[in-house]
C-alpha cells in the first residue's frame, strides 16, 4: 500500500504542481451545472474545479467568480467557449483581475486570444480531440492540453479517448496533458497516469454529486441510464454542420432530429442560410439543458451525459467522489505492483 501510494504521488506530481492541487483531478465545465457550489467544493476537495462561462451574460460571469472564490481558497479555472457571444468580455474580465487558469473550449481557439493569456501570468489551457489540434495548440504555445475523446458527454470530439491516449500521451513531453471523456473511476484513471497523462477530468460523475444543483429529475435519469442509453446526435446534411452531442436517448433527442429535417426543408426553400440554421441548432441545446437540468423536465430537455454514465450509481459528495476515485487507483497500482513482484521473483 505505501508503495502504491508513493508510485500515484509520483504519477500525480507534474498536473499536481502545474494546477497547485492535492489530486490532478478536473471537473468538467458543464452548463448550468458547474457553478459556484460545485466548482468549489471540488477545489476544497483537493481536485480542481472547473466554472462553465458558457453563454453566459458578462454580469453573471464576474458573479459566479466571485461567489466561487468566497466559496474556496484553493485553485479552479475558468472554461471559456471561443464561439460564445460574451466571449471576449468573458476573457477580458478574467484577464483584468489576473485569473489564473483560462481554459479555451469550442474548436480551434483565435490566436490572438491565446496571445493575450500569454502576456499575463495567466496560464491558458485548450481542449485537443485530434492529435492534429493537439500539435497545432502545442505550437500556439498554450501551457496544457485536455484531450477529451468522444465517449464524453455533451458535445463530444470525433475520436475515442483511448486512441488519443495512445497517440498523444507517448509523445507529448511539452506541456502536461490531462485526459477526459468516459472516465468514471480510479481504474481508467491509474492507467492514463501511467500512460503519461498528467491528471484526469470528470464530468458525469459530478453530475450526480451532493453538491450539484441539477435537479433531481435530472440526477435520477443518469443513475437509471446505462452506457448504451447516451448516444451522439446525427448530422443529416453538411449543409447545417452539427458538432455532435452526447446525451441519453428521449423525446428531447428526437425533437433535436425533427428541428433539423425542418431547418434542411427551410435552407431548401431559401427561407433560411446555413449559419442561421446551425444558431438555431445550437441554441436548442442550450435551452433544452436548462430545461432539464434546472426545471427538471427529463422528457422535452436535454440528457446530456458521457458513456461513464453507467458507471454513475448514486449521488455522493464530492469528497466522496475524489475518495473513490484515489482508493481505486491505488487498489490498482496495488495489482500492478503485485504482478511486478511476482515477476522479478
Not at 448550468?32 to 476537495?45: D, G
Not at 451522439?232 to 452531442?245: G, K, L, M, N
Not at 427561407?271 to 440554421?277: G, L, S
Request: aromatic fraction near 6%; include cysteine; hydrophobic fraction near 45%.
Amino acid at each position: 500500500m505505501e508503495k502504491s501510494k508513493k508510485l500515484m504521488d509520483k504519477l500525480f506530481a507534474r498536473g499536481r504542481d502545474f494546477l497547485g492541487v492535492e489530486y490532478p483531478i478536473l471537473g468538467g465545465a458543464m452548463s448550468w451545472i458547474s457553478e459556484a457550489k460545485l466548482v468549489s467544493a471540488i477545489s476544497n476537495a483537493g481536485g480542481f474545479g472547473v466554472l462553465a462561462g458558457g453563454n453566459m451574460p458578462i454580469d453573471l460571469f464576474k458573479e459566479e467568480i466571485k461567489k466561487t472564490s468566497e466559496l474556496t481558497d484553493k485553485p479552479f479555472g475558468v472554461n471559456l467557449i471561443t464561439i460564445a457571444p460574451n466571449f471576449r468580455k468573458q476573457l477580458d474580465h478574467a484577464l483584468e483581475i489576473g485569473f489564473p487558469y483560462i481554459i479555451f473550449a469550442g474548436g480551434l481557439p483565435p490566436r490572438d486570444a491565446i496571445n493575450k493569456v500569454k502576456q499575463t501570468s495567466s496560464k491558458v489551457m485548450c481542449f485537443a480531440p485530434t492529435v492534429g489540434l493537439a500539435k497545432t495548440l502545442i505550437k500556439m504555445g498554450v501551457d496544457a492540453l485536455i484531450i477529451e475523446g468522444h465517449e464524453a458527454g455533451g458535445h463530444i470530439g470525433p475520436v475515442s479517448t483511448s486512441v488519443l491516449a495512445e497517440q498523444i500521451l507517448p509523445h507529448t513531453k511539452e506541456v502536461p496533458v490531462f485526459v477526459a471523456g468516459g472516465i468514471g473511476s480510479g481504474l481508467l484513471m491509474i492507467h492514463y497516469l501511467m500512460m503519461g497523462a498528467s491528471g484526469v477530468q470528470l464530468g458525469t460523475r459530478f453530475v450526480i454529486s451532493e453538491e450539484s444543483i441539477a435537479h433531481n429529475n435530472f440526477k435520477n435519469a443518469i443513475i437509471k441510464a446505462s452506457s448504451k442509453d447516451a448516444v451522439p446526435c446525427a448530422q443529416f446534411d453538411p449543409r447545417v454542420p452539427v458538432i455532435p452531442v452526447r446525451s441519453i436517448v428521449n423525446e428531447g433527442a428526437r425533437d433535436f432530429t425533427t428541428l433539423q429535417l425542418g431547418l434542411l426543408a427551410q435552407i431548401e426553400r431559401g427561407d433560411m442560410n446555413t449559419r442561421e440554421a446551425s444558431e438555431k441548432l445550437e441554441s436548442f441545446w442550450i435551452g433544452g439543458l436548462k430545461k432539464a437540468v434546472i426545471d427538471g423536465d427529463i422528457e422535452n430537455g436535454s440528457l446530456m451525459a458521457g458513456q461513464s454514465v453507467g458507471l454513475a450509481t448514486k449521488v455522493m459528495p464530492v469528497t466522496e467522489i475524489i475518495e473513490e476515485l484515489i482508493n481505486r487507483g491505488i487498489e490498482e497500482t496495488d495489482r500492478i505492483l503485485d504482478l511486478v513482484d511476482v515477476c522479478d521473483d
